[in-house]
């Protein structure tokens, strides 16, 4: 046995695949085959479904009738909304979302078939539902009226509809559009190995998005987003930001937004794309000062610590400019991923070897009970 230890996995490779690479020397987020900025610059979000899902990209007529397909599965069962309405209103929504989501599969009656053609029914399923549990979920829970789906939107203005009751603005459902591109997958992060862990027991697809959703809720991960909202309101000012950012360095903590275990000391290209997005977004609503702040930011943490702002650093900013409520931010995330981990549980149950690493061993040996008197 390989006795060698890679603390965290960092660097090892866990799977082949045919969805995504990290290609960092080059900048390039390769999602089969294309680069996801020039996708999120030139494509829809259901066209990068399509690709994800099909392996090709779709024609005109290929992604409307996806666009179909997933509206027709827009309805819930009325049981979940009783299972989401008795949750306390404190609930964190990414625990109401993965509540949701567990929720769901005991709806379906053909959970054991994992064949590749289920399967791709499950994601569209899922496609459909995830987002109105993350936006009805949050009604739900406030006892809030909920905002029933509007088939004569777009799916995407649909998703941001249900979330703020406002039908969105066209600039608003652009960007939105590619918030969900950029969010949409990710070659083997933490959330998408666990789904893939979980689906190698051949497990189900839900069971493995639950797992994921369990993983992106942390500080570390998905949960970045939020954290940066918080921070970013907390500094009433760029000198506040500014100060606030060192103060917490002094005392040796993490700044949410920033860092990545694979581009180490290198922009995160989706970074960029939002923080275009952001400008443009913050020019139409008079809020620069919102964009000048995480400028600064930006520029703090690359001076003091060489560090780069990751996806969650301007993706925050964007969705609160959208009128997203803080707490979904990271629901919004795991929706907008939940395309690139059904692919990736497709993938793996079609070629399928379960996940069982070693350990180094590092505790005591040859103990014994004590004696029983
Ligand atoms: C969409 C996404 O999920 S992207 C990730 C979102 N998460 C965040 O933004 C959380 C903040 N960032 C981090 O905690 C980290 O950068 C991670 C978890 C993303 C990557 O971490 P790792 O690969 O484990 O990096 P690692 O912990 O080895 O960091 C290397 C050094 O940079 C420092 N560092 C890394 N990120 C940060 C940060 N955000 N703030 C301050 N210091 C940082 C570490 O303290 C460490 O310094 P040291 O060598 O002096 O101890
Ligand atoms: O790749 C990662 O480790 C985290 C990340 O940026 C993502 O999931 O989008």
Redesign the pocket.
Known sequence: MDDTFYP?LENVIASETQISYLDVENEEIVIRGYDLMDLARNAKYLDLVALLLDGGFPTSERRNELEQKIKSEYELPVQLFSVLQLLPLNAHMMDVLRTGISALACFETNLDDRSVNANYQRAIRLLAKVPQIVANGYHAVRNEPLIQPRGDLTYTANFLYMITGQIPLPIEADVFDQCLMVYSEHEM?NSTFAARVIASTQSDMYGALTGAAASLKG????G?NEAVMNMLQLAGSEAELEALILEK?SRKE????????VYMNKPDPRAMLMKEALAHLAKQKNELQLYDKCVVGEFVLKRE?N?YP???YYAAPVFHLLGIPTELFTPVFLAARTVGISAHVLEQHENNRLFRPRVLYKGPRNLRPPQIV
């Open positions: 965290g992060p500080n570390l991960h998905g970045a360095l993490r700044i949410m937004g920033f860092g990545h275990r610590k560090l990751n996806l969650d």
